[in-house]
């Protein structure tokens, strides 16, 4: 039985994404990292993990979320970040806005019995995955002056995606699109 790497993603508009880009474009130009920035073609916001699950869960998958309702409303993205300065292992760009959270709550309750449900959604859009740290200091620093172009868009779809690991990088594919 074949198992499919799977996660549920929100797509970034082009505008939120031509940020999320420069604000990688600032970072590289510090080099105070080496690590793994996010290609721009994979930028997204991860609504839920699944894991390497069979295909038969994905056609199962794929039914539950064609019942989820996108809430209306909107997001920003407002400030660039790590999850802990002691450790920092990623780089990422906050998404503010009650809808993102909203949404995520449905995609849960959608898939309640074959998923546990996330204890800890934090709304980000990875930006890099970090190996070593040069200097810790002076990159929590630049993070936290970094001008984010508060970028608003509305929810409008979300993608159920299968991902293929390779020496370079993640490789993704949108198994279904969903437009609400």
């Not at 082009?14 to 600032?26: D, F, G, W, Y």
């Not at 859009?125 to 172009?149: E, F, P, S, Y």
Request: charged residues 25%; contains cysteine.
């Amino acid at each position: 039985m074949a198992l499919q790497r799977c996660f549920i993603a929100l797509e970034i508009p082009q505008e939120a994404l031509a940020e999320a880009v420069r604000i990688q474009s600032i970072l590289r130009k510090q080099a105070l990292l080496e690590g793994n920035f996010t290609a721009s073609e994979s930028i997204h916001l991860t609504l839920k993990f699944l894991g390497e699950i069979p295909e038969e869960t994905i056609e199962g998958v794929k039914g539950r979320l064609m019942e989820v309702v996108i809430p209306r409303g909107s997001c920003t993205l407002a400030s660039a970040g790590v999850f802990s300065p002691h450790h920092v292992r990623i780089i990422w760009l906050y998404l503010a806005g009650d809808p993102v959270m909203e949404l995520q709550r449905r995609v849960d309750a959608s898939l309640d019995g074959l998923f546990a449900p996330e204890q800890r959604f934090m709304s980000h859009i990875t930006l890099a995955r970090v190996k070593r740290l040069t200097d810790k200091k002076r990159l929590l620093a630049v993070l936290d002056a970094i001008a984010i172009n508060p970028i608003t868009f509305f929810l409008r779809s979300f993608s159920l995606k299968k991902s293929v690991l390779t020496p370079k990088g993640p490789s993704y594919t949108t198994i279904v699109h969903y437009e609400k």
